[in-house]
């Protein structure tokens, strides 16, 4: 999977930052119990991997789902931020990740209803998605 | 001269029949994937399930069903317990496990009924 291409195309991209939506609130699933406490956040999770057209040494299909939250009454800004890494993870192709591999593709799944986590006491949307990767050839 | 006549006679007409009783084998073919299915579902989630049983409600709860109508196949999985729907959102679905188990699901019914399809006579 291509944890660190995914990351590298939210972190860096200027109309995400401009939603709040940076380094310091991009997080891996499960690894924070204490995210901003007035800032919107975003969690990636990545979840199982399964060839691809049935083939072992095909290259890995792994679902993944972007979890944005906000807090406050409103889901505008959750959908705003959705939407813009729709857009960036839609457009991305062969992104060499500095992990060691490579995203081929990304392929939108699907969103959640308008969701409340009373774990963290935010509102929360999600997107589903499907990420090809494959790791990059030994130089 | 007598003229010389070639034809060939249908002894046995197997493709008509064959394509009549074609929908019904298809349907019974689907109900068996899919009940396949919801049994692989149900225990994909009490097996897969990421949380730490504290009563083993949740766990034992989890449960699939199936409905079938002339046009319609459907799996079902669900929890029983009420506080079911915070496993799957709390914590940005940290404990979520009708998701997963629906894509698990899905893989299994389709690579159920290629096989099944490609069996068909």
Known sequence: M????VYSLLVG??????LGIGASNI????????????QPF????WEETSPRWGLSNSPGKTSMSLWAHDHGGSYNRINLILE??????EAASHVVGSDGYILTQVDWRGASGDLVDDGYKTLTRNHGYEVVSRKAPAA | ????????HWKSDTLRPGVKGFPDRMN?????ATEYGATRGEAYMKREARWRDQTGNARNGLFTATEHTPRRHRIIHAHSVPYGIWLEVRWSGRYQIIVPALRQTGQDVMRVLSRLVGGLK
Do not use: W
């Open chain 1, 2 to 5: 291509s944890r660190a291409a």
């Open chain 1, 13 to 18: 991209d200027t109309e995400l930052s401009a």
């Open chain 1, 27 to 38: 997080f891996p699933s499960n690894a924070t119990d204490d995210p901003p406490a007035t």
């Open chain 1, 42 to 45: 975003l969690f990636i999770r």
């Open chain 1, 84 to 89: 813009r890494c729709k857009e960036i993870l």
């Open chain 2, 1 to 8: 001269m007598a003229g010389r006549q070639v034809g060939f």
């Open chain 2, 28 to 32: 019974r073919a689907i109900i068996a």
